[in-house]
């Protein structure tokens, strides 16, 4: 009789399944926080209206309100950018933030209040005070969440809630201003604060340490035509934005059709930025210079075209490269800076970019809407210029290193022989 036991019968073990992969929540809180961050700006225009509209009888003094608000965004921007660098980023954002909560906090209260105007201004002066270093904060946050070559994805999808949160928010502004205007300034208050809450905490963001003297950041040749690219396009965008009334009037439409502008710039824009996050890639020179180019010739078809169908088909082209651009300038001056200065390039771009915007609005209160296109277009071909010249100054300085890269390699082959 054998004295051995009975082998056991073989047992069917499931593999383990395969893991998920896990919603990157960091990742999520910071876009997130990035398009609740831009509400109160582009709330700002019909919200200040509504509030400056039981204060002054002039609903067109909430125009002077953004004015006191961009300007003290490109007064503030850099300076209190380089008092940051002593600090945690993450917690200096939040402070920034606090402080653009105070601001509004006060344009919410003043205006419940009947408050006089000109202190209503100060509030929204205090709001953009720290919206140019604040941008550039929360931008250079999005480096310590995700590596190089994810960045084209992660920018266009901000790009895309951006132009989304443009769109919604004067439409939820003027929903809850039909109400009350205390209202539309209390949904900037709360919406503005969001990124408080929401940015996450990240241990790798580190405070980079006071700078020694004559180690701040280096404005070079190229990141000033970026810088000026950013604010030629935001000129672009802006002159066909602000002048879509008087473009509307001029057709003999009414001029609630001037809003088929920014909307169709808003739809092609998020079109865009869909497509930027998709293809996630750095574009090549040539199609950054055709993208120039395409938005110089939609603000000349908007401002020239003598049809309603021409401007609508401008809108759309300089809507369609928007993002596409912006994601662009905002990886070239990545690449360009060291990482201690990137929240400082971030908000000079802002701060172009507020230039731009202000550069649009003085021309068309000031002259016409013809001078203001043509002012924008020249810009526009300019920086195009200087874009061909340097991308080709560039390719023959790699081309002449590789060619004495070349010559080397071969007067050494030729000595071994």
């Known amino acids: 009789m054998s004295t051995h036991a009975p082998a056991a019968p073989t047992q069917h073990v499931d593999p383990p399944p395969a893991p998920r992969r896990r919603l990157d929540l960091p990742l999520t809180r910071w876009f997130a926080s990035y398009g609740t961050f831009a509400f109160p700006q582009a709330a700002a225009p019909i919200a200040f209206a509504l509030i400056a509209l039981p204060l002054t009888d002039d609903p067109s003094s909430g125009a002077m309100m953004m004015l006191a608000m961009t300007a003290a965004q490109v007064l503030g921007a850099v300076p209190l950018t380089r008092l940051g660098h002593r600090f945690s980023p993450v917690t200096y954002l939040r402070a920034l933030i606090g402080v653009r909560t105070v601001a509004l906090v006060g344009i919410a209260l003043l205006a419940g209040l009947g408050a006089p105007f000109p202190l209503v201004v100060a509030g929204a002066a205090g709001a953009g005070l720290v919206n140019g270093a604040a941008y550039g904060y929360l931008r250079a946050v999005l ?14 999808i901000a790009a895309t809630l951006n132009e989304v949160v443009f769109v919604s928010a004067p439409v939820i502004a003027a929903s809850l201003g039909a109400v009350s205007p205390q209202a539309a300034a209390w949904s900037m208050v709360l919406l503005g604060m969001a990124p408080m809450l929401l940015v996450p905490r990240i241990r790798t963001a580190v405070a980079p340490g006071p700078q020694p003297h004559g180690t701040g950041l280096r404005i070079t040749p190229m990141i000033g035509l970026w810088l000026l690219c950013g604010g030629a396009s935001a000129a672009a965008i802006s002159a066909i934005e602000i002048g879509a009334v008087t473009i509307a009037v001029s057709y003999g439409l009414p001029p609630a059709w001037g809003v088929i502008f920014p909307v169709a710039i808003c739809v092609t824009s998020i079109l865009g930025g869909i497509w930027v996050s998709v293809n996630n890639r750095m574009p090549r020179r040539r199609t950054v210079l055709i993208w120039l180019a395409v938005t110089a010739a939609g603000v000349a078809s908007a401002g020239f075209g003598q049809s309603i169908i021409a401007t609508l088909v401008g809108a759309l082209l300089v809507g369609a490269v928007l993002a596409p651009l912006a994601t662009y300038y905002s990886l070239i001056l990545d ?52 874009a061909g010249l340097t991308f080709t100054r560039a390719r023959l300085r790699a081309r002449r290193r590789r060619g004495q890269y070349a010559s080397t390699h071969e007067r050494a082959e030729h000595s071994d022989r």
């Open 143 to 156: 480096n310590h969440l995700v590596p190089a070559g994810r960045l084209p994805r992660a920018l266009g």
């Open 335 to 386: 690449q360009l800076v060291a990482p201690e200065h990137r929240a400082e390039v971030f908000a000079l771009l802002r701060t172009f970019n507020a230039l731009g915007i202000i550069t649009s609005s003085a021309l068309i209160s000031l002259a016409t809407l013809q001078a203001t296109f043509t002012v924008v277009i020249s810009v526009m071909l300019l920086v195009l210029i200087a």
